[in-house]
Structure formats: C-alpha cells, structure tokens
C-alpha cells in the first residue's frame, strides 16, 4: 500500500497497543514501524528488475521482522526509560506493527515475500488497489481524532472504530473478489475461452469496479471489467496479443526467467522498434502498464539477444481515473482500451 496509508495503519496499531499507557509515542513508534520496510525502495539492487523483483521480499518477511524487532525495542526503551515497565508491549506494538504492514500489502497485486526464506514465493491476493481511500480515511480519522483528543474518553474508540471500519472493508474487498472471480469463470466458459489462469483485480481508488485479466495458452489474453453496480452478470471479453516467440532468441536470460517467475506468468511481450518488452500485465488497465522492463534486442531479421535490463516508461493507469468513475455508473461505456484509443485519435 501507499506510505500514508501504512503510516495510519502503524500509527492506528501503535494506539491500540500502548495508546493509554505512554500518550502519543506509541502512535509515533507506530507510524514510524508502518513505514521501516519499504526503505528498501532506497537500496539500489544492481539494474531495473532486481529493484522491481526484490523489493518487498527480506524486508517484508515475518521472520526478518521478527529479528529485528528486539534491536527497535532496544532503542525505543533506550529513548524512553520511563516506560521500561511496559517492554512486552513494546514488543506487541513493534511486531504487530511490521505484520500488519505486511500483511496489508499481501492484499495488493504486487506481492510480497512474507515467508522469505523458507517460501519466497510472493503471496499477492489482489482485492485492494495499492491507494484506496475508502480504506486509508477511517484508519487516518480514527488516530487523528485519539492523538488530537488524547484526554478525551472517547479518544480510544475513535481509534478502535477506524481500525475495525477498514478492516471490515477488507473483508469487504475479499468477498467481492470472491464473487467477480467466480463470475468471470462462468463467463468464460460460457464464451467457451480456454484459460490457462485468471486474475481479478480492482480498479485504481475502489472495489466496485474490477478488472479481470485471462491468460489463454500461448500468452494471449483477455481483458474485461465488472462493476458491481452493473446488475447482470456479463463480461464483455477483449483479446490482446502476445509475442511470446520473440524471448526464443533471448536464451536462458535470468532477467525474462525472473520477471516471469515474479508476473506469476502474467506478462506481455512485444517490441518498440528493435526492443523487446516485458510488461507486467497485472498492474495498470490495457494498454497502460505501470512496470515494463526492456530485456532482448533484434539486431537483425533474424537474430534476437537478451539485453542489459532497463525499465520503460509508459503513460500511468491513473490516468485513466475518470473513465473508472464512470465505467462503475455505465455498463455500456467501451473499455478503457477502446476509449483511450478514441482520445487519442
């Protein structure tokens, strides 16, 4: 998730936990444990895919965290010695913390490593979009509303009630998932579509709107979008293409054999000019990707090699938050494929 989200998040649980007993440190604790893993964005890994790929793995691993929580305690109590009496706390706060974050981010599509080393398979359940408001505002509310008011008697429950609203709308996001995910099944069977694995999403900012994403065998795939105010159960399928051959020249590369392992095989090939992309199908709605990554060159007709790694930049999914607006009113709106297209002609 984004940072002020795990910031509340971290801040929210610091509250819970010590909230009463040391005032407003255990939500400044808090908020800065929500926001320790994703320092790892800062540490340069060697080229493109080695950042995409490793960030959210040791760092976001429930038994790094957990050796690392004693050292954090250490420090904390160093800090502030008034509060030694309450050391197991201190360790409740720090830990639940880094889970939570954790955890929280496990409800993204990206991924996240938390079983790193035993299990470095990232666990992605993909029912929460990495920013999304209905989830942040109540967490941010609830502590806000605790710290500002902290001798207030209500104060505690403005925290507790922010807590138990978002994780409700989680629960919330989960079961939609649920739903659209066996509708889109039935969807395609009833196309009579052969998938080799589906994928459900939701839209940039909500879970009303949900993308669904097909990988046919060959690497094609299908892309379709279900709001749950639409009222009937249809999904109006589009197929894309894939240029998979064009990794045949690119050998045992690690970098295409890393990005494969970490889109879970959710990935487009194509080419811009001599380049060969891999594009990360999961993040952003077609045609705009978030993460695409250059990994071979054509040096001639007949003749493909694998290439140092880089990241290419192409036009944000964001921009495409008005069109999710209103696709989640309107059924019969074209795709966002089909509208950008329309705009840009």
Known sequence: MDSLTQIALGAAVGEAVLGRKVGNRAA????????????????????????????????????????LTPLLVWLIRRLHPDTADHHRRWYLL????????????SFTVY???????LLSTPMTWATIFIIDPA?????????????AARR???????????????????AWSLGAKLYVQDLAQQSLAARGIQVERLLTTPTPFNTL??????????????????????????????????????????????????????????????????????????????????F???????????SVAAAPPRRVYTARPLAAAGWVWRRIQAPAMPSWFDARARYAG
């Open 135 to 147: 989830y942040t505002v109540p967490l941010l509310a609830g502590v806000t509303l605790a710290v």
């Open 94 to 105: 720090v830990y639940l913390t880094f889970a939570t974050h954790v955890l929280l981010d």
């Open 209 to 290: 709107l949900w993308r669904a994403l097909a990988m046919a065998p060959g690497g094609d795939y299908y892309e379709g979008y279900y709001s749950l105010l639409d009222g009937g159960r249809v999904i109006a399928w589009q197929g894309h293409t894939s240029e998979r051959r064009l990794l045949d020249g690119t050998g045992n590369d690690w970098n295409v054999r890393r990005l494969q392992w970490f889109t879970k095989g959710y990935y487009r090939v194509s080419r811009k000019g001599t380049d060969i992309l891999l594009t990360d199908l999961r993040m952003g709605l077609e045609p705009d990707y978030v």
């Open 28 to 67: 400044a604790w808090g908020a800065l444990c929500g926001t320790l893993p994703d320092l790892d964005v800062f540490i340069p890994l060697g080229d493109a895919v080695r950042d995409f790929t490793y960030h959210r793995g040791p760092s976001h691993s429930l038994f790094v965290l957990a050796l």
């Open 292 to 302: 695409s990554f250059k990994v071979g060159e054509i040096r001639n007709p007949h």
């Open 152 to 170: 207030r008697g209500w104060a505690q429950l403005a925290n507790t009630t922010g807590l138990v609203l978002s994780s409700l709308y989680l």
């Open 111 to 117: 991924g996240t490593q938390i079983f790193w080393p």
